[in-house]
Nanobody, 120 residues
Framework: QVQLVESGGGLVQPGGSLRLSCAAS????????MGWYRQAPGKQRELVAT???????NYADSVKGRFTISRDNAKNTVYLQMNSLKPEDTAVYYC??????????????WGQGTLVTVSS
């Protein structure tokens, strides 16, 4: 019904940059909030950043000043620009959306995850 498809993960050296993208498709009226979460090996999933339909943003303290979240409402797509990457940013990054679906009311959707590895 609703799919989130991520792209842009990969291997990067410390200090490098990556840009993640996530496109939403399916049957929904609108997307209230989109965001990114991450899960490192052996750790719980944690918030990275969120952005509302009105472009209000929220960031984890650990990424403030280095990551920028943005969205294109016309394309139902959210982006995460990651700069000055550190080894501790290594994780699987998951796209998240809180939206109003056609058949199921408000629901929360998750992408399949994309791996970001920061290593020299």
């Amino acid at each position: 019904q609703v799919q989130l498809v991520e792209s842009g993960g990969g291997l990067v050296q410390p200090g490098g940059s990556l840009r993640l993208s996530c496109a939403a498709s399916g049957r929904f009226f609108n997307i209230n909030r989109m965001g990114w979460y991450r899960q490192a090996p052996g750790k719980q999933r944690e918030l990275v950043a969120t952005v509302t339909s009105g472009s209000s943003t929220n960031y984890a303290d650990s990424v403030k000043g280095r990551f920028t979240i943005s969205r294109d409402n016309a394309k139902n797509t959210v982006y995460l620009q990651m700069n000055s990457l550190k080894p501790e940013d290594t994780a699987v990054y998951y796209c998240n959306a809180f939206l109003l679906s056609v058949t199921s009311g408000y629901l929360e959707a998750w992408g399949q995850g994309t791996l970001v590895t920061v290593s020299s």
